[in-house]
């Protein structure tokens, strides 16, 4: 199957700057999503990313916060904006080929 | 919106005893029920999904509409069984949108 390789694996930030973590696939997938796990809790999907078109997001989620691109198949990154302690949290990228597979996560502290 | 339950946060079993972690979920329509498995230190990778009716490592899964659970099972624990399972949802037309239980870990102890 196919595999997702995701950077960065960790970070440690200062409130009010911004993090992009990228997801690049070894093959074309036709979906590709975005997640988010918050300390003790499920993961919650943040929002599609659309291939040339922007990200759809789910409920309580907001391009401004958490603008996303994927400008081609194989291709997504997610922005954290202007972070709080309170983004601190693993982000996950998932493609879907016959089922959904994940990258290794990005474990991220905002202090 | 849809739901998934998984009541038990740990679960710690001895090796060779049966093993079963609890999914129960709440959807209106006919969803696609999955086991994802996190070993130490790997990546979120599936398990099995329930349209394929396969025993993967010796877990199975059935889907009980009338209960709206997914139980996971396996006859004989063994300590390599030991990760955070999770049980997740995909509604019909969800287009592979996964709806996650908060996860259980389970333990296998020699």
């Known amino acids: 199957s196919a595999v997702i390789s995701q950077k960065p694996s960790r970070d440690i930030c200062q409130r009010g700057t911004s993090l992009t973590i990228q997801c690049q696939v070894d093959?074309?997938?036709?979906?590709m999503f975005w997640y988010r796990q918050q300390p003790g809790q499920s993961l919650t999907l943040i929002a599609t990313a659309n291939q040339g078109s922007e990200a759809t997001y789910e409920s309580g989620f907001v391009i401004d916060k958490f603008p996303i691109s994927r400008p081609n198949l194989t291709f997504s990154t997610l922005t954290v904006s202007n972070m709080s302690p309170e983004d601190s949290s693993i982000y996950l990228c998932?493609?879907?080929?016959?089922?959904?597979?994940f990258g290794q996560g990005t474990r991220l502290t905002v202090v | 919106a849809q739901r998934v339950t998984q009541p038990e946060k740990l679960l710690s079993v001895f090796k060779g005893a049966p093993v079963e972690l609890k999914c129960n979920y709440s959807y209106s329509g006919s969803p696609e029920l999955f086991w994802y498995v996190q070993y130490s230190r790997q990546r979120l990778q599936l398990l099995l999904r329930?349209?394929s009716r396969e025993s993967i490592k010796g877990f199975t899964a059935d889907l009980n509409k009338g209960e709206t659970s997914f139980h996971l099972k396996k006859p004989f624990a063994q300590e390599e069984d030991s990760a955070m399972y999770y049980c997740?949802?995909?509604?019909?037309?969800?287009?592979?949108?996964?709806?996650f239980g908060t996860g259980t870990q389970l333990k296998v102890e020699l």
């Open positions: 093959s074309q997938v036709t979906m």
């Open positions: 329930h349209i």
């Open positions: 997740a949802l995909s509604a019909t037309g969800g287009g592979n949108k996964l709806t």
């Open positions: 998932s493609g879907v080929s016959t089922e959904a597979f």
